[in-house]
């Protein structure tokens, strides 16, 4: 239990752009300018690693999909002209995933994922299945896996964080993923401590940051986080 008393051997100058008035989605130079003005001040106090929002409108990772497309395909876009500038520069990057962070909806995990994967669906008392996945499933905790790990390894991610979490199983009473009906609480809470672990051994330099919304995993909660 060493990380309930951490000891500090690295520093790490972190921007973090959520409360940032930068466009939103950058498409153009001027957008593009707010970014590397930032970048540049940011170089100078010798920054280490930014956290974006998303900068680019989302499609939701899907059967075709495994990840979170965070910029565009194409090479000579203005989101990707943004990320290689701070590369340039020798800053990492990665992205702050959460609520008002991407589209209209946002991304958080609480999403209508997989609309077609029925038996992923949380189920209420009465049978009727809600639009949201229940991660005590053993099938959505493994895709659900594979889209963050697939994000992180496409665009070369150095960090990764959620806000609220990474998903739940609570109010859920479908006994077929794996929890008593109604309280399946537990399970998800060690689901989401469990992906996070994997994540981190997929990626053994990535560093994952704990936000507000994932208070309630408690001090266990925050095994496999390097900040919160």
């Known amino acids: ?62 059967s075709e999909t495994g990840y979170w497309n965070l910029l565009p395909e194409k090479e000579n876009a203005t989101a990707r002209q943004i990320v290689e500038y701070a590369k340039k520069k020798g800053i990492s990057y990665g992205f702050y995933m959460g609520v008002a962070a991407h589209g209209k909806e946002g991304n958080s995990a609480g999403l209508s994922f997989r609309p077609d994967k ?16 229940c991660i005590g499933d053993d099938e959505f905790y493994e895709w ?25 199983a609570m109010n859920c009473y479908n006994e077929k993923h794996g929890h008593i009906a109604g309280k399946g609480a537990y399970k998800g809470w060690r689901r989401c401590i469990e992906l996070t672990g994997r994540l981190k051994e997929k990626n053994p330099e990535l560093y994952i940051l704990g936000y507000y919304g994932t208070k309630n995993f408690g001090l266990w909660g925050l095994k496999h986080t390097d900040q919160h």
């Open 144 to 168: 659900w896996f594979r889209v963050q790990d697939n994000t992180i390894k496409k665009y070369k991610l150095s960090n990764w964080s959620w806000d609220p979490s990474l998903g739940s």
């Open 1 to 62: 239990i060493d990380y309930l008393s951490p000891f500090q051997d690295n520093f790490l100058n972190i921007n973090y752009q959520f409360f940032h008035p930068l466009p939103q989605m950058p498409v153009n130079d001027n957008d593009k300018s707010y970014f590397l003005n930032t970048i540049d001040t940011f170089a100078d106090i010798e920054g280490d690693m930014i956290i974006f929002k998303p900068l680019h409108p989302y499609k939701k990772p899907d």
């Open 118 to 133: 029925k038996s992923w669906k949380k189920v209420d008392v009465q049978g009727r299945r809600a639009p949201d996945n």
